[in-house]
């Protein structure tokens, strides 16, 4: 079966802008979580999605938001980039069975000019 | 609250070497316990898993033992090929959890040569 799809891949923005990636998640999962991943902080949890509904939420600004539809997919949003908001940022599906075991896209990497 | 503690490396080793990569963990209660690899331009891929103590989680050659008493998960090869270069992440989630989310380690670069 296919797996988590993110898109773009690639994208470049400069300051101030506002950026909306997207991820599909694998048929059948409704758990969506997104992960920004830098070299100096690491990867760092964002929000999880789960039947539409937002149920955790990292220690992100308000810039970062998200949704989820009622197909799974799920959006991320940032708001008034800023040039530390460069980063892959990663969105990962769950099923509802076994140990949180997180199936991850191949991300979306963001460069802020 | 939960973190995840592992060596950064980078971790240089020749073909077939034997591979360790630290990992230690604080979390309350029991988490289950993950290696994650990720190679050049690729999302994360779960290597293997343990959900409690003693729990020996295997894939690819690759081995952890989730160690209560001593809080960690080390991830141990024998022999590594060319083909393991790769930055392996440790995680953990809380145990019970059905939320999807994992506190990982900050990663540990391992490039094998020839």
């Known amino acids: 079966k296919a797996g988590v799809t993110q898109t773009p891949r690639y994208l470049i923005k400069t300051r101030g802008q506002q950026v909306t990636l997207s991820c599909s998640p694998i048929s059948g999962h409704r758990s969506v979580s997104w992960y920004q991943q830098t070299p100096g902080q690491g990867l760092q949890f964002l929000f999880e999605?789960?039947?539409?509904?937002?149920?955790n939420k990292g220690n992100f600004p308000g810039r970062f938001s998200g949704r989820q539809f009622s197909n799974s997919r799920s959006e991320m949003n940032v708001s008034t980039l800023e040039l530390g908001d460069s980063a892959l940022y990663l969105c990962?599906?769950?099923?509802?069975?076994?140990?949180?075991?997180?199936?991850f896209g191949a991300g979306s990497r963001l460069t802020v000019l | 609250g939960d973190s995840v503690t592992q060596m950064e490396g980078p971790v240089t080793l020749s073909e077939e070497a034997f591979l360790t990569i630290n990992c230690t963990y604080t979390a309350t209660g029991y988490p289950s316990l993950f290696w994650y690899v990720q190679y050049p331009g690729e999302g994360l891929q779960l290597l293997l898993k343990a959900t409690k103590a003693d729990d020996k989680g295997s894939n690819k050659g690759f081995e952890a033992t989730y160690r209560k008493e001593t809080t960690s998960f080390h991830l141990e090869k024998g022999s590594v090929q060319v083909s393991d270069s790769a930055v392996y992440f440790c995680a953990l989630s809380e145990r019970g959890s059905t939320l999807g989310r994992l506190y990982f380690g900050r990663g540990t670069q391992l490039t094998v040569w020839p």
């Open positions: 990962a599906s769950k099923g509802v069975a076994g140990a949180n075991v997180l199936t």
């Open positions: 999605y789960f039947s539409e509904t937002q149920r």
